[in-house]
């Protein structure tokens, strides 16, 4: 399931708000059991995650359908990753530079210091995930 993680190229934030859902894909890292994220500092889910921090977490590398001469019994292949977990506001500014490396090295980028003025319009969202499970088809 970690290599899933480690490898999927977005991940989709499930929240939900006096009942309404909502999801959301975005640009992560994971590590430790954490997921990292970054994003605006206001907005839809800002909002949802200050409210209610728990959230679902949904990542998948697919390789397309497995077909079959009859189209409804077409399936696919895929592998995915389901977490459940709560999402904490990172402001510590060593926690946050680390995370927004992590999610650079994520998508092969360079580690690099940042500065407190390109941090401050960020926000860096922590999910401590308490559940994983996963689960593959046509492998």
């Known amino acids: 399931m970690e290599s899933i993680l480690e490898a999927a190229p977005v991940?989709?934030?499930?929240?939900?708000?006096?009942?309404?859902?909502?999801?959301?894909?975005?640009c992560f890292a994971y590590r430790n059991g954490s997921i990292y994220f970054?994003?605006?500092t206001e907005g839809r889910k800002i909002e949802i995650l200050k409210e209610n921090p728990r959230c679902c977490v949904e990542?998948?590398?697919?390789?397309?359908?497995?077909?079959?001469?009859?189209p409804c019994k077409w399936e696919m292949r895929y592998r995915s990753v389901i977490c459940t977990?709560?999402?904490h506001f990172v402001e510590n500014p060593d926690e946050k530079q680390e995370a927004l490396n992590l999610i650079l090295h994520h998508y092969k980028g360079d580690p690099r210091p940042f500065t407190e003025?390109?941090?401050r319009p960020v926000s860096v969202i922590r999910i401590d995930v308490d559940e994983m499970t996963g689960k593959q088809h046509g492998y």
Request: aromatic share 2%; with cysteine; charged share 20%.
């Open 11 to 26: 991940c989709r934030i499930g929240m939900a708000l006096g009942g309404e859902p909502y999801v959301v894909p975005v």
């Open 38 to 40: 970054h994003s605006a």
């Open 59 to 70: 990542v998948d590398a697919s390789e397309g359908a497995i077909r079959d001469e009859n």
């Open 85 to 87: 977990g709560t999402a």
């Open 117 to 119: 003025q390109e941090m």
